[in-house]
């Protein structure tokens, strides 16, 4: 039990798979629906009924428990909030009716139809979390459809006026919430909540006179499961390529004697376009950023391209075995400071394992993750999330021959 409490928490603060709150998406949900008892109250009833006075309550009706279905679509900005349309239908069946006299009647049959078109506007809470609350509401057009209703005239109505369908569009709002789950990069599921209610409707009911209507409001709770897929999520961002460094062409000079060309400096510069990289010019506090080691999202993984680079960086260390260095990870600002603060450090332990499987001592090295304390960036931008994320080669030790500081 402590275990699977755990996993749900760390779940909790995990960032989501990827941008899956983000962009246009579609999605299908359904579920439970629980119409509230509804007052039918007639108007122009001209002496059908025995007494009838405009507004009087000829029934009672009571629903079983029906369904929902429906369609959404909308659109998902980065912030969590979500605009949405949404085509739905509720049915439910009529369960119990009491007549204007309090009985109840012992026929009783017929089903209510809800089709609701409406505008929704959602919000996410931590959006770039895996698993994320939301609230919200809505408001729109609901077309409410009284189904071959039968009920019990006798002592009702004076003609024994038979019932018949009818329909009435009205505006209608609706509120509710519930827990989005980030399945993958593109799917989302949802456990749902609604509340509807409508404006009165008026329904032509009674097949013997046309000019008389009953009013009611329709009112509903639904208990929902949904299921979204986002177009176009957006994959990792590619790796920088590397800078090429300027090549220095010697002049030849034909003056007599020949003069000896100076040999070059050392230098201290991060992996080339061929993954070399030298550190004999580096001196104490030099840092080298290691553009292209990157990691799965949300994850501490080499990915191949990585371990490619980190490959060059070994060769450069075992030719200095008087380096000792510090690999340090960073992270963007996205996802909370002890989340950043983990997964920089396990980031970090992971290109130090991965070169001292290449055979360099792992006491020349250590790692440290400062999660996302140290920008370079500005973290409101794509490029600026892109070159927060890295890992960097800090020199913090060599022999006595120490080079001059890298420019």
């Known amino acids: 039990m402590r275990s699977a409490v755990l996993g749900l928490a760390v779940l909790g603060v995990v960032p989501g798979i990827a941008a899956a709150n983000q962009g246009w998406y579609l999605g299908l949900e359904g579920g439970a629906n629980f119409v509230r ?83 929704n506007l959602w919000y996410d809470f931590f959006p770039s979390w895996r698993v994320h609350p939301y609230i919200g509401g809505g408001a729109g057009v609901v077309r409410v459809a009284v189904r071959d209703p039968a009920v019990d005239s006798v002592g009702l109505f004076q003609d024994g006026s038979a019932l018949r369908s009818d329909f009435d569009a009205v505006f209608a709002f609706q509120a509710g919430g519930g827990l989005r789950f980030d399945l993958s990069r593109s799917l989302t599921a949802s456990i749902d909540y609604r509340y509807l209610r409508s404006n009165v409707g008026q329904f032509d009911l009674l097949v013997n006179n046309p000019e008389s209507h009953v009013e009611t409001r329709y009112e509903s709770h639904a208990a929902l499961f949904s299921l979204r897929y986002h177009f176009g999520a957006a994959p990792a961002a590619p790796a920088e390529a590397p800078v090429e460094p300027v090549q220095i062409v010697p002049v030849e000079v034909a003056a007599e004697p020949p003069v000896v060309e100076p040999v070059p400096k050392p230098r201290c510069e991060p992996s080339g376009p061929n993954g070399e990289m030298e550190l004999g010019g580096c001196a104490v506090g030099d840092v080298l950023v290691l553009r292209g080691v990157n990691f799965d999202t949300a994850k501490s993984t080499l990915t191949l391209n990585a371990k490619a680079l980190l490959d060059g960086v070994a060769v450069a260390l075992a030719k200095h075995p008087d380096i000792k260095v510090a690999v340090q990870g960073h992270t963007d600002s996205r996802g909370s400071d002890a989340y950043n603060l983990r997964l920089s450090e396990q980031r970090a332990q992971s290109a130090r394992e991965y070169l001292i499987s290449k055979g360099i001592d792992g006491a020349r090295m250590t790692a440290a993750g400062f999660g996302e304390t140290m920008p370079i960036a500005d973290n409101k931008t794509v490029e600026g999330l892109e070159l927060n994320r890295r890992v960097e080669l800090k020199v913090v030790e060599r022999g006595t021959a120490e080079a001059a500081p890298a420019p």
């Open 37 to 119: 008892d509804q007052n039918f109250k007639i108007y122009g009833a001209n002496g059908l009924l025995v007494s009838a006075p405009d507004g009087t309550k000829v029934s009672d009706v009571s629903f079983d428990t029906g369904y929902v279905a429906g369609l959404v679509g909308g659109y998902g900005f980065g912030s969590g909030l979500k605009l949405e349309l949404e085509f739905a239908r509720r049915d439910n069946d009529f369960k119990r009716v009491l007549l204007q006299n309090g009985q109840p009647s012992q026929r009783v049959g017929g089903r209510e139809f809800a089709d609701l078109a409406f505008a």
